[in-house]
Structure formats: C-alpha cells, structure tokens
T-cell receptor
Framework: RKEVEQDPGPFNVPEGATVAFNCTYS??????FFWYRQDCRKEPKLLMS???SGNEDGRFTAQLNRASQYISLLIRDSKLSDSATYLC????????????FGQGTELSVKP | SQTIHQWPATLVQPVGSPLSLECTVE??????LYWYRQAAGRGLQLLFY??????ISSEVPQNLSASRPQDRQFILSSKKLLLSDSGFYLC??????????????FGQGTRLTVV
C-alpha cells in the first residue's frame, strides 16, 4: 500500500462546478498535512495547510479525519485558472521529518 | 525572508557522465532539506532528506547520492548517469518545530535529460 494515495484523475469539470479531492495516508503517526498545487513544468507551491478542525481559504476548504486517516480538498465555483495538478502531502515526524507526496490529481476546468 | 536557489534549470547529459546538482537556502538556519524527482506525468518521489549537516536519509536504492556539507547546502550527485535518471529534480526545505514540520518550499527545479 502506498504511504499517501490520491484519487486517480484527471477531473474534467465546467467552470463554476464544485470539485472534491480525496487523499488517504497509511501512517497513523503522521502529524502535518498539506495541499499543494503544481502547474505544468513548474515546482509545487503550497495551496493550504490542513488543520484538525478543518480550514477554509476563499473557495478552498480542507478537512482532516485522523480516525479514518483521510484528508480532503473542496474547490467551489471552479475557475479556469484552477486547472493544475493537486498534491496531497503528509509529514511523518516520527521518521525525522519525511514529507511524502501523493501522486497528484489533475484538474481541468473547461469554459 | 527565506529563499531557495537550485541550479542549473535545465541539463542534458550523456549516459555514463557524472552529475552534480546544488541547492542552497538563505534566510533560515538548520532547515530540513529534501531532494525529490518527478518523472513525466508522475508524482514526486522522495530521494533523500536531511535533518542536519552530514545526516542523510536515502529513500530509494539507486545510483544517486546526496551530501550536506554545510547547514544550508544540499548536493545531489551521481558518478554515472543512466537513461532512467531523466526527470525533474526538485530541492525543498522545511522548518522543524516541536510537533512536526512546516510546509516545504521548493526551488524551481532542474530538468535533467540523459541522452
């Protein structure tokens, strides 16, 4: 089983749609969680951290379920500019600071 | 503010040649440092990470090695490149705190093509 697994993509949605990405992790000792965005041929950039209580940043909402070892990202009112690959990231502090990335889910928002 | 520098941006190397990619971080001390590789259309594979000078953890067996000669310098090397070493190499850093790590910040990456 992979340490971090994401929904296989790609997701093709129309502008204005709501889209949700899911991610599961296998190591229950994981302590920090993040969502990154990666544009084609560019480095990943932090989209948002994921807190235990859930957090929202504009059209983006991230949630964490430690019991199920699951995190999610919800994008409301999708824009063309949201088209990118979204990466789930888990920090395993008990292994000295490993940051493990999921394989990414590609999103394509169409007019 | 903190910045991370990674070079070169692109590299074309023949099979069997050596490799040295360098990454430096400014504006912070004692960071965690990482090397990742991303094959075309794939996710990021963690190659090496370091929590301090001379402390390197290797994640996958391969013909690559990493070194951290100074606190904010991380070097990825190979003695003899293989075709399968082609990919997008990314250096990153993060801060440690008592309960985990902050998010990682990436360099702009090196696109390596082995021919």
């Amino acid at each position: 089983r992979k340490e971090v697994e994401q929904d296989p993509g790609p997701f093709n949605v129309p502008e204005g749609a709501t889209v949700a990405f899911n991610c599961t992790y296998s190591n229950s000792a994981s302590q920090s969680f993040f969502w990154y965005r990666q544009d084609c041929r560019k480095e990943p950039k932090l989209l948002m951290s994921v807190y235990s209580s859930g957090n929202e940043d504009g059209r983006f909402t991230a949630q964490l379920n430690r019991a199920s070892q699951y995190i999610s990202l919800l994008i409301r009112d999708s824009k063309l500019s949201d088209s990118a690959t979204y990466l789930c990231v888990v920090n395993q502090y008990n292994q000295g600071g490993k940051l493990i990335f999921g394989q990414g889910t590609e999103l394509s928002v169409k007019p | 503010s903190q910045t991370i520098h990674q070079w070169p941006a692109t590299l074309v190397q023949p099979v069997g040649s050596p490799l040295s990619l360098e990454c430096t971080v400014e504006g912070t001390s004692n960071p965690n440092l990482y090397w990742y590789r991303q094959a075309a259309g794939r996710g990021l594979q963690l190659l090496f990470y370091s929590v301090g000078i001379g402390q390197i953890s290797s994640e996958v067996p391969q013909n690559l090695s990493a070194s951290r000669p100074q606190d904010r310098q991380f070097i990825l090397s190979s003695k003899k490149l293989l075709l399968s070493d082609s990919g997008f190499y990314l250096c990153a850093w993060s801060r440690r705190f008592s309960e985990g790590n902050t998010e990682a910040f990436f360099g702009q990456g090196t696109r390596l093509t082995v021919v």
